[in-house]
């Protein structure tokens, strides 16, 4: 008992020794702002600069004519690593230091940034020339190309590109000697790579390693979505979930992006960066693919808006792919555009910006809405895109701009049975709180329900529901029946053709979809739009009885079309 006491209290005091000897001589950073050019002069004399040099590595006169001269700290003439300062000199002091490299003893009024070591010979006891030899290098190259191999997983074809001797401080400040070791993989056999390792040069310990190509690989990521409304959604492609996300992977940074081909997330809170996170590497428990831990439900009431928009976004695309063979997006050259979001807006709301197009989704209130990045209100905003690149529905006149909304609420109904053969009939029902959904379109007049459906303000009769039939629709200038609940006619009419005999949400949508390609103008109104509808029945040979019926019972007669 006695003796095993007084060991641990023996090796504690050795411990406490030991750290505080190796602090108080191990190499230490100096901060250069606020130095002089004094400590120039003290490189290399002092006995805490032993062996220590400044190498001038380029230099550089701004448009003031203050030189700016960059150097590398060198400890016996080998680089330290991350050891780097500027000195800048101004215009008055340039005179008398002649050509490249720079003499310190000649540099007045000079001010300095950037961090050098001192104390580094303290943890250098060793002398290199034992481990710089030609073979101890030869074994650290292997070494490095052994471990690229072994982490990509492929028998990757590596040459030795170059191989550096140099200072490495690590996160304890202390001093090795290592190597700098750059590979670069040959091209024909594999993804091009150019991993680089420093490695100690006596026991070959990795203190760091990076790929240097800057290219993001298309990597497979996993994370969570939905809301405390509809429950959470795991994305990872297992079994009974959502499938994994497609992300974009920076493998030097370890760092993974909200972003593909088709979609890229964008974080208003974050001055509009893309929406990233760590990834190191890929998680067994989620399908092997780059997991991002967030949850943000405590805040927001949703687990990841950006994880959702990410996954809606594309899948909206791959609907209207699918479908029409068409993006549903496209650039002035037809090709297909990105989709780029902004997410986290302060705000109950969404909107499709036309003049630069991109979407936006707001965070809600968290008392009426949750954040609207969600199913049917990301295909119902895509979708307004999709409309303003075809037919270009004016939002200036009420009737074209009921039906641009009418069309986007359509195309969720049509996204929720792209995803699920199923339709609830129902738009924005995942992040309303205080009420089932936003807009019904199997009955649009369900919202009325409670309420009385006109208020009265300065003499104006506003709507404050929906409709769901011409005899509603007042043409009078006392009367106001916004675009969100005029289309509503439109609404009941494609949830009447989708439910007809022989037909489905698909075929409804479809004959829409040609419609607003083809035949809607920028001011058209209901009467011309069904009109258009029945063409595009009559492109695809589709029966326009149906669809003429449809429009009939809610008031609009297309027997003029
Ligand atoms: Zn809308």
């Not at 994305?235 to 493998?251: A, C, I, K, W």
């Not at 008392?367 to 307004?384: C, D, M, N, R, T």
């Not at 049975?417 to 205080?434: A, D, F, H, P, Q």
Request: proline share 4%; with cysteine; hydrophobic share 35%.
């Amino acid at each position: 008992m006695n003796i095993s006491s007084s060991l641990v209290k023996y090796l504690a005091l050795y411990g406490l020794l030991n750290g505080f000897i190796t602090v108080a001589n191990a190499a230490t950073p100096i901060n250069l702002r606020g130095h002089t050019e004094d400590i120039l002069q003290s490189l290399n004399k002092s006995e805490a600069l032993r062996h220590t040099n400044l190498k001038e590595v380029k230099r550089y006169e701004d448009f003031n004519h203050v030189l700016h001269v960059r150097v590398q700290q060198t400890y016996a003439d080998y680089p330290v690593w991350g050891a780097d300062a500027v000195i800048h000199i101004p215009r008055t002091e340039q005179a008398h230091l002649g050509s490249s490299p720079v003499k310190f003893d000649l540099i007045k009024n000079a001010k300095l940034n950037g961090k050098i070591y001192k104390n580094i010979a303290e943890d250098l006891s060793r002398s290199p020339t034992l481990l710089y030899t030609a073979d101890q290098q030869k074994k650290a190259e292997n070494q490095a190309i052994n471990l690229y191999q072994k982490k990509s997983g492929n028998k990757t074809v590596l040459v030795n590109k170059k191989s550096q001797k140099i200072i490495y401080i690590d996160k304890n400040n202390k001093a090795h000697w290592a190597y700098l070791i750059s590979l670069v993989s040959t091209k024909s056999h594999s993804m091009p790579a150019k991993p680089i390792y420093i490695l100690d040069a006596s026991t070959f310990e990795v203190y760091s390693e990076w790929n240097n190509i800057k290219t993001l690989d298309a990597v497979d990521g996993a994370g969570y979505g939905g809301n405390k409304k509809i429950g959470r959604q795991v994305y990872n492609g297992m079994m009974h979930n959502f499938p994994t996300l497609s992300v974009s992977r920076d493998s030097a940074l370890q760092t993974c992006f909200l972003q593909n081909d088709r979609v890229v997330v964008k974080d208003i809170r974050n001055d509009h960066a893309i929406v990233q996170y760590h990834c190191e590497k890929t998680d067994p428990n989620h399908n092997d693919a780059y997991l991002n831990n967030i949850d943000q439900s405590t805040d927001l009431l949703a687990y990841s808006p950006d994880n959702d928009a990410l996954y809606y976004a594309g899948k909206v695309d791959t609907m209207y792919q699918d479908w029409f063979k068409m993006p549903v997006l496209i650039n002035p050259n037809n090709l297909p555009m990105r989709i780029v979001i902004n997410t986290h807006e302060d705000t109950s709301n969404a909107w499709w910006d036309e003049d630069v197009n991109e979407i936006t989704f707001g965070d809600g209130d968290r008392k009426y809405f949750l954040p609207f990045a969600s199913q049917s209100i990301i295909s119902h905003e895509i979708s307004h895109g999709f409309t303003t690149q075809h037919s270009n529905l004016s939002p200036s006149n009420l009737q074209s701009a009921a039906l641009h909304e009418a069309f986007s609420d359509m195309a969720a109904q049509a996204f929720e049975y792209y995803l699920t053969k199923n339709n609830n009939w129902k738009v924005g029902s995942e992040i309303t709180m205080r009420t089932d959904a936003l807009r019904y379109i199997d009955n649009p007049r369900h919202d009325c329900i409670g309420l009385p459906p006109y208020i009265e303000l300065k003499g104006l009769k506003i709507r404050i529901c929906s409709i769901d039939h011409m005899k509603d629709y007042i043409e009078d200038p006392n009367y106001y029946i916004e675009e969100h609940f005029s289309c509503g006619i439109f609404n009941k009419a494609f949830y009447l053709l989708s439910t007809s005999k022989g037909w489905d949400v698909k075929k409804a949508f479809s004959v829409m979809v040609q419609a607003n390609i083809a035949y809607w103008t920028p001011t058209s109104n209901f009467a011309d739009a069904a009109c258009g509808v029945i063409e595009a029945a009559h492109d695809y040979g589709y029966s326009q009885k149906d669809v003429a019926k449809a429009f009939l019972a809610v008031g609009i007669n297309t027997s003029k079309c």
